[in-house]
């Protein structure tokens, strides 16, 4: 298995607080991701990282900042979080390998605004 | 850009049933194709891929043939298990290369 953890794994916070959710990586891969998954609305992308210090926008990046300061460390921030922000957030990374870029998805934080 | 279809669920089967996923895809050129699983409470893995036109993906039991002239990529299992129950998505990269694009996901159970 790949070497992605996310955390929290769980997470409950208020309307209007600022939340930070942590993707740490072991396999020196360069390109992060992070996505959100709600019923009915499939994996978005929210931003995505290509190499140190190297980010962009997902689709849905509205409300979200993210940093990586180090190979293995991309965090997400949800500045002021609101309720509809409440998803669970999968944390993915990809390298070149056998022809093309598989994806490995870390365990997934839940996040619940109130 | 890339757009990948798939077939919507639930699919509800029975144990030792016969299991079709349908993924149609539009793409420039010939595009690396995926199959990933979701187990419950789990992020998505890596179930198979396929590189090139006419390859056939396959793990777990599970397979997948690349086929250009129909820009497809069915997942079938000839034998599901009751823990084969999950979410399958089919994805293909964007036209960039490094960004996937995910299908919306079609969930199985398998009933004892």
């Known amino acids: 298995d790949a070497g992605i953890t996310q955390s929290p794994r769980h997470k409950v916070t208020e309307t209007g607080t600022p939340v930070t959710l942590r993707c740490h990586q072991t396999?020196?891969?360069?390109?992060m991701y992070w996505y959100r998954q709600d019923p009915g609305h499939g994996l978005r992308l929210i931003h995505y990282s290509y190499g140190v210090k190297d980010t962009d926008k997902g689709e849905v990046s509205d409300g979200y900042s993210v940093s990586r300061s180090k190979t293995e460390d991309f965090l997400l921030t949800l500045e002021s979080a609101t309720s509809s922000q409440t998803s669970v957030y999968f944390c993915?990374?990809?390298?070149?390998?056998?022809?093309?870029?598989?994806?490995?998805f870390g365990p997934g934080t839940r996040l619940t605004v109130t | 850009g890339n757009s990948v279809t798939q077939m919507e669920g639930p699919v509800t089967l029975s144990e030792e049933a016969f299991l079709t996923i349908n993924c149609t895809y539009t793409a420039t050129g010939y595009p690396s194709l995926f199959w990933y699983v979701q187990y419950p409470g789990e992020g998505l893995q890596l179930l198979l891929k396929?590189?090139?036109?006419?390859d056939k993906g396959s793990n777990k039991g599970f397979e997948a043939t690349y086929r250009k002239e129909t820009t497809s990529f069915h997942l079938e299992k000839g034998s599901v298990q009751v823990s084969d129950s999950a979410v399958y998505f089919c994805?293909?990269?964007?036209?960039?290369?490094?960004?996937?694009?995910f299908g919306a996901g079609t969930r199985l159970f398998v009933k004892a």
């Open positions: 396929a590189t090139k036109a006419d």
């Open positions: 396999e020196n891969h360069r390109y």
């Open positions: 994805a293909l990269p964007n036209t960039g290369g490094f960004k996937t694009i």
């Open positions: 993915a990374i990809s390298e070149w390998a056998s022809g093309s870029y598989e994806q490995y």
